[in-house]
């Protein structure tokens, strides 16, 4: 079983994931042309050598032309991957990482996901970065991918927003239920796109799995820092213990009087959420009324979410749901 590991020791953001896929061997060419089909224009990617405490690592920037770019909606962003001749693989993992951002967003601003008005997400460089991991990830096609216990700096930063404290709001909302921990660290270490990028590729938070190490790769943080190298550990091998254990989360709800014809419905929007399975069972409830057992098996930094969606759709489908 091949297994992609993200040591996050300085955290995580856009460019560094997409520089160190880069460097564990992602052919940049392939990432260009892949990156053509989505149709963007005045930018260029360029990527450079460099090192932090000694340690040889790739750096990625994408230089934008002097054109003022257009502040995108999650539909602008939605229409333009799904339109593309992207595989599909890749259209999926890039939707289901700005699906996740657009979700955060919206929960922080009080504001519907097809309200989401991305500024700095929404900019040329950030499409890149999201869209190129993915172009990477297919390319590798790691069995699972695991990742350590994120580093959280503090301060503030300035952005399209005004002037926000860190870890950033969204940054905040999108590892809700995940591992993190408080660094001595003046900065911005995890940014709300690495935050949604662990979190929809990361199957598990882990130390350093069991595994035989293959490829390393390693990429460039912007800033340096006093006490660590900024730098994302790529780690790519096999897995060396017969047997994977995950532990998940059973999720289960007593659904009474709903349409049949939402059960699709329901089950496209669990799956799109994270589900890993979802499954429905007639059962007889109070007064010998015909009813239905949802269960939904889930990884434990999905089951807020899935519970919420559940809910949720309880009361726009017009179903009486409990748990």
């Not at 090192?51 to 999650?74: D, M």
């Not at 799904?82 to 955060?104: C, N, W, Y």
């Amino acid at each position: 079983m091949k297994i992609l590991y993200f040591d996050c020791f300085s955290g995580v953001s856009g460019d560094m994931t997409l520089a160190a896929l880069l460097d564990l061997g992602l052919p940049l060419e392939e990432l260009q042309e892949d990156l053509k089909k989505l149709g963007l224009k005045n930018y260029s990617l360029e990527v450079r050598p460099g090192s932090r405490s000694g340690i040889a690592a790739l750096g990625l920037e994408v230089k934008v032309g002097p054109q003022e770019e257009p502040h995108r909606h999650f539909s602008d962003i939605r229409e333009m991957i799904t339109r593309s001749s992207l595989d599909s693989g890749v259209k999926d993992l890039s939707l289901a990482i700005f699906q996740r951002l657009a979700e955060a967003e919206a929960r922080v601003h009080k504001k519907k996901v097809e309200e989401v008005h991305f500024h700095e997400v929404g900019a040329v460089d950030s499409i890149v970065d999201i869209v190129g991991t993915a172009i990477g990830i297919s390319s590798f096609r790691p069995d699972r991918i695991y990742t350590s216990e994120l580093p959280m700096g503090w301060g503030f930063v300035n952005c399209q927003h005004g002037r926000l404290p860190l870890p950033a709001p969204a940054t905040v909302e999108v590892l809700k239920g995940y591992p993190v921990k408080s660094v001595d660290v003046e900065g911005e270490l995890v940014t709300p796109t690495g935050a949604a990028i662990v979190s929809v590729l990361s199957s598990k938070v882990s130390s350093f799995p069991a595994m035989r190490v293959g490829k390393i790769g390693y990429g460039m943080g912007k800033k340096e820092f006093p006490d660590r190298p900024n730098l994302l550990r790529l780690v790519l091998g096999e897995a060396t213990e017969a047997y994977q254990a995950d532990q998940v989360m059973v999720l289960e709800s007593n659904i009474d009087d709903m349409n049949p014809e939402f059960y699709d419905y329901l089950m496209e929007r669990l799956f799109q959420k994270g589900a890993l399975d979802v499954s429905l069972s007639p059962l007889q409830m109070k007064k010998n009324r015909p009813g239905t057992l949802l269960r939904v098996i889930a990884e434990e930094k999905d089951a807020d979410a899935l519970s919420e969606l559940i809910l949720r759709e309880s009361t726009t489908l017009g179903f009486a749901a409990s748990r």
